[in-house]
């Protein structure tokens, strides 16, 4: 293995040993496989390649500070891609295959885990595709879980210091009684044109508003939002928002801090009552975020006037990288330990 700079990682895709692959066939899934190719063979007509049948995951995997590996909320990364696969009609991996499969790619790549202290980590990738063949729109009658994994560093270049957010409210990421609330492809790949453009316009990442009537917050491309407002922590709730693992753990550790948690409608104009603001998820953790221009108005809302995140949204940062690192006691047993 080539001499790699844990500290300097990129979020992007490093080659590790080996994946591994499930398929299902015949209406049961067969045995867990593992490949040391980045290749798979596909039908021409499997409906992935179609009509969208596919999900993923992300989660990530932490070198202790006690030399353990723990896997950060496992079970309820495979309760969100068996919701995936519901959405758009495909088969649900149960929860043990699932698990079975990360557990097995991470210790047949446990050499690319990052050392503790580096700030990096080890990103587990689960896509579940349609490879059945279809040319009429229907659902694939076979499936394949693929798991691979790749050490990763912070996913926006800055890590934990403020970034700047740009409202887009030309596009929509995705519609009410759609698939926002699924981790599909699809989503993404509708929040690509306004994302690149922000970044060329000098943001890390775009704000999209609620696509009925854009009054609302919806959330980031990559990530969910939140605000803090005194001592509430405040996230949009919508259908059209992907249900954050990250984000819901954080509404446990400001309860527990003391804080208020609401979920609901946000406002647009509630932008200029938060004290702290941020985006959240299993890539980025927290990314504080310092401005939030609309692109349209060219109203800006300032924060992190300091140039540093707010206290609230430190402690919050800290107390889940402390669970997730085994600094700090596992209470609610978010963690699951790998031998």
């Known amino acids: 293995m080539e001499t790699i700079d844990w500290k300097n990682l990129p979020f992007g895709y490093l080659k590790t040993d080996y994946n591994v692959r499930c398929y299902y066939r015949n209406q049961q899934w067969g045995e867990l496989e593992v490949s040391d190719s980045e290749y798979m063979n596909i039908h021409i007509a499997a409906t992935c390649l179609h009509y969208g049948q596919e999900a993923f995951e992300g989660l990530k995997v932490f070198m202790g500070v006690d030399g353990k590996i723990r896997v950060f909320r496992i079970e309820e990364n495979a309760r969100r891609m068996r919701s995936s696969a519901y959405g758009v009609m495909m088969q649900e991996v149960p929860e043990e295959i699932f698990t079975a ?59 934990f210091k403020p970034v700047a957010v740009q409202i887009a409210r030309d596009y929509d990421r995705a519609a009410p009684l759609g698939t926002g609330q699924y981790k599909v492809g699809g989503n993404y790949a509708a929040s690509l044109r306004a994302g690149e453009r922000a970044h060329c316009e000098g943001f890390s990442t775009v704000l999209f508003l609620d696509a009925k009537e854009k009054k609302f917050i919806d959330e980031a491309g990559p990530a969910n939002f939140f605000g803090i407002k005194g001592d509430t922590y405040v996230t949009p709730l919508s259908a059209s928002i992907l249900p954050s693992i990250t984000n819901k753990s954080l509404m446990t550790l ?22 702290e603001v941020g985006a959240c998820g299993t890539a980025a953790v927290i990314s504080p975020i310092g401005k939030i221009v609309d692109r349209d108005s060219g109203q800006t809302f300032e924060y992190c006037r300091e140039g540093k995140a707010g206290p609230k949204s430190t402690m919050l940062y800290n107390r889940i990288r402390a669970i997730q690192y085994g600094e700090e006691a596992d209470k609610y047993g978010w963690t699951t330990i790998i031998d």
């Open 101 to 159: 499969a990360c557990i097995r790619a991470v210790q047949l790549n446990k050499r690319f885990i990052p050392p503790y202290g580096t700030g990096a980590s080890l990103y587990i990738r689960p896509l579940l595709i349609g490879t059945g063949a279809q040319v009429g729109v229907k659902p694939a009658k076979e499936y394949c879980l693929l798991v691979f994994t790749t050490p990763v560093g912070p996913y926006f270049k800055e890590g």
């Open 254 to 275: 400001a309860e527990e801090m003391g804080m208020k948690v609401e979920r609901r409608h946000v406002y647009i104009e509630e932008l200029g009552e938060f004290e």
